[in-house]
């Protein structure tokens, strides 16, 4: 162990594991482990890795499929003082070179299936010192390696690297020290309980020790940082963590799941995944019983509000939107505005605040402008000053990371969120957020997916356009979607023009990609000029 514990994720995670050995830790298929059974695998991992030449600095890329050994390499990269940090395993050969090069990869874990994208890029990455594939060999390594390794003076400066999804831009790297991390994702170890954060890293064996030993369940790939985020929050809490170990992503294997596990929460990312989660349960009635199912969440994308009622409805579950982002940690849970403006109010917390749109003051009551986090915040774009200038920066002496979102300061300090600054639409000089249109999409029976985005319109300088699924069976009916959004919305918001697509393109986390979004409408309406 670490001469004297830190917030390093690795020291929190060991003090959890002496405190709940016994208790299980994570379930994929027919892999069960507890949490001196996980420690041990990510001991004997960090041993491994220490004797083909690992040590501190050292970028570890995590291409895998969920399983126990994203975790085994995560931990094990913080057990030494590396870097973990995450790839898509959806990404092409060109999309991973750019990872490659822009983390400057030291060692490289994926799953085997990834093979025929893999390996052939190997070559042209001499840097990257060990290679590791879950399977035969990798259990053979792990075995053979002992737990015995020279184990750093860890620190909670020590860095995790998230990369964003790339959807308005090529992905970056955000830099989070282990302890800022620990403080603004995954709640400094006050989610399920009231005493508030830990004041001592020590003091992490209690919230494990004390607390309820609840089950999770992460749909979403943890390769997205929401889904890594909750189950550090259940590893770090005592809980067990339950991941499907189907790539795919089945309602029906999904419920299955959590019947079977007897899941307590469930997390997912949004109406992308939510809705398919609805209609498996409207289509199959009784078919899953979930007594002890208690709490679903949305991170990394929102409910429609229709879809809150459902699960309610079909599931007596508490249901609950919470925002965030890859620079900024976790921002809190809200409900839906009482005024209809904007998409989700957050409750006052110092370390919440809205600066100006000129980004050189903190505004007040009454005022909008930009969301941002100040305090335990990451430190910056790996490898990327000009961008981390523009996100990162300092104003009033305190660290300010800016969220993208537009938001407003309420007279009692709440704050309403607004929509991302950088999908708004200027429709002849009116503002539209995405978001919100989506949603009120979203609620008609025919809709399977959308997005919305502006196209350039020489009459609005932008026009709003959706770009819309149907359900099977379902007709293209673009009046009869602009007349049902026209009961919802102000008319400048409907959309001027409705591209309809076979599927809707998202990260396999359900994240939204304006980008193809965009491409896909002009391309359209350039088809049909």
């Known amino acids: 162990m670490s001469n004297t514990r830190t917030y390093s994720l690795a ?16 379930v994929c298929g027919n892999r069960r482990l507890t949490y001196a059974q996980l420690n041990e695998r990510a001991d004997r991992l960090a041993a491994y890795l220490q004797s083909k030449g690992v040590g501190p600095g050292d970028t570890v890329g995590l291409q895998l499929y969920n399983g126990t050994e994203y975790l085994e ?8 003082r590396a870097i973990p940090l995450n790839i898509n395993y959806r990404y092409v050969a060109h ?40 399977g035969e060999e990798y259990e053979t390594n792990l075995a053979a390696a002992g737990r015995d390794y020279a184990v750093p003076q860890r620190s909670g400066d020590d860095i995790s690297l998230l990369y964003t999804g790339g959807t308005t831009g090529m992905p970056k790297g955000v830099m989070w020290p282990h302890q800022a991390l620990f403080f603004s994702a995954l709640g400094g170890g006050s989610f399920y309980r009231q005493e508030g954060p830990i004041k001592t890293p020590e003091e ?38 339950l991941m499907r170990d189907h790539v795919e992503f089945s309602a029906e294997q999904i419920w299955d799941l959590a019947v079977r596990e007897h899941a307590n929460i469930i997390s997912v990312v949004g109406d992308a995944m939510a809705m398919p989660l609805v209609a498996a349960l409207k289509g199959h009635p009784g ?29 007596n579950v508490t249901v609950a939107d919470s925002m965030g982002s890859s620079e900024g940690g976790a921002f809190g849970g809200g409900a839906k505005p009482e005024s209809g403006e904007g998409f989700i109010k957050l409750a006052p917390r110092p370390d919440l605040k809205v600066i100006s749109i000129e980004r050189d003051r903190f505004v007040g009551p009454g005022e909008s402008g930009i969301l941002v986090r100040v305090g335990n915040v990451a ?114 918001k409907v959309p001027k023009e409705v591209v309809f697509v076979d599927q809707v393109a998202r990260s396999p986390a359900g994240k939204a990609d304006y980008r193809w979004a965009k491409e896909t409408a002009q391309a359209k309406l350039a088809e049909a000029s």
């Not at 020291?11 to 994570?26: G, I, M, T, Y």
């Not at 090069?101 to 799953?111: E, F, I, Q």
């Not at 020489?458 to 009961?487: E, F, I, T």
């Open 204 to 241: 992490i064996a209690e919230v494990a020790s004390k607390g309820y030993p609840l089950r999770y369940l992460a749909i979403a790939p943890l390769m997205h940082g929401a889904a890594l985020w909750a189950s550090l929050v259940s590893l770090l809490s005592g809980q067990t963590v």
């Open 95 to 134: 999309e991973l070179r750019y990872i490659y090069d822009n983390a400057k990869l030291s060692v490289l874990a994926y799953s085997a299936p990834l093979a025929g994208e893999v390996e052939p890029l190997l070559r042209d990455y001499p840097a990257i010192k060990v290679v590791l594939v879950p």
């Open 379 to 492: 430190i910056g774009y790996w490898g990327d000053e000009q961008k981390s200038a523009e996100t990162f920066i300092t104003l009033n002496g305190e660290r300010v990371v800016i969220s993208g979102d537009m938001a407003k300061i309420l007279e009692d300090g709440s704050i309403v969120v607004l929509g991302r600054g950088s999908q708004c639409i200027n429709s002849g000089g009116e503002k539209v957020f995405p978001e919100e249109v989506e949603e009120v999409l979203h609620r008609h029976e025919s809709v399977a997916d959308a997005l919305v985005v502006g196209v350039p319109d020489p009459r609005w300088g932008n026009k709003v356009v959706a770009v819309v699924s149907l359900h099977p069976g379902a007709k293209p009916d673009a009046a009869a979607l602009n007349a049902y959004c026209r009961g919802f919305l102000a008319g400048y």
């Open 11 to 26: 020291d929190l995670f060991e003090l959890v594991a002496e405190a709940v050995p016994d208790r299980e830790a994570v």
């Open 73 to 80: 390499a995560y931990f094990a990269a913080c057990k030494l």
């Open 287 to 315: 078919r899953w019983p979930l007594p002890a199912l208690k709490h679903i969440g949305s991170g990394g994308g929102l409910f429609s509000a229709h879809v809150q009622q459902d699960l309610r409805e079909l599931l």
